[in-house]
């Protein structure tokens, strides 16, 4: 039996056109964001008042990361690292500083922001070539943690503090780094498809999006593939716990099956194990 179900669209996100999304989180009022990496924005879905999508940040593109501030509102990724306060002000973090932009973001228990760092430019067709994983201090402190990884996406801290999951899209598989250092090692190839966003659960296991490979899949911590979810998309892209409970998840994606000529949207499911927490940021 999965321990994957109700898997259902958000009926106001997939009536509404959009392009590859990106970066779901369950923020604290229960309202749900996601981002919108080619077309641009940060987004956020709540139940309340007939169910309603609302744009945070419009028409900025390349958001492939976002993570809670303690704050409030977001960190979110593209070009920049920048703060996006609840007010809408923006307080930039980091700048280009020779990148060609940032993509996944992840954090620490302390609230230090980890990030990949894209040393090439994946929609202009140019070639994988090794990027950074990189943690911004709360102190300010500023450290390269990892140079192997060639295309950094989802990033997510085991409850150990050290220990750190990060998918390799161009490779296709979930690699392990600590944060302290040291060479990554290969968790696991992707069963199907590639590596894209990923979450952790309180047991341990690590929950990819596959990509091109239509689904989700749940690794356990000695790289064996516990469980793989088809779901209603041709490219899965991310995905998140939260909910009172931590069970529920939100799926995001660049197409789906119901209404295809309107572009990606977000699923809803519950899981059988719940996800382990993001830790707010304080830089």
Not at 117 to 129: I, K, M
Not at 184 to 208: F, I
Not at 233 to 245: L, W
Not at 267 to 278: D, F, N, P, T
């Amino acid at each position: 039996m999965s321990l994957v179900s109700d898997v259902e669209p958000v009926r106001a996100v997939l009536e509404r056109p959009h392009g590859l999304l990106e970066g779901p989180r369950f923020a604290a009022g229960g309202e749900l964001v996601y981002s919108d990496v080619l077309a641009g924005g940060l987004f956020a879905y709540t139940d309340a008042g007939g169910g309603e999508v609302r744009e945070l940040l419009p028409k900025r593109r390349g958001i492939g990361g976002v993570v809670p501030h303690e704050d409030g509102g977001w960190v979110i990724s593209g070009r920049t690292l920048v703060h996006l306060a609840p007010d809408g002000s923006q307080r930039e973090l980091r700048g280009e500083g020779g990148a060609c932009g940032y993509n996944d973001l992840g954090s620490t228990p302390g609230g230090d922001l980890l990030a990949g760092v894209l040393r090439f430019r994946p929609f202009a067709g140019e070639e994988p070539c090794p990027g950074q994983l990189l943690l911004l201090g709360r102190d300010g402190s500023e450290r390269v943690i990892n140079e192997e990884i060639l295309w950094p996406n989802g990033i997510g801290v085991a409850e150990d503090g050290h220990t750190v999951y990060i998918s390799d899209y161009a490779r296709g598989a979930v690699m392990v780094v600590n944060l302290e250092g040291g060479p990554a090692r290969e968790l696991a190839r992707s069963p199907r498809g590639s590596a894209d966003g990923l979450a952790l659960d309180v047991e341990g296991g690590v929950w990819v999006a596959l990509g091109e490979g239509a689904g989700v899949a749940r690794m356990l911590a000695d790289g064996s593939v516990d469980e793989v979810v088809d779901l209603p998309a041709g490219f899965v892209s991310s995905v998140c716990f939260g909910g009172p409970d931590m069970c529920d998840m939100l799926i995001t994606t660049a197409d789906n099956h119901e209404q295809p000529e309107l572009g990606g949207t977000l699923l809803r499911a519950r899981c059988a194990v719940a996800g382990a927490r993001v830790y707010p940021l304080g830089v």
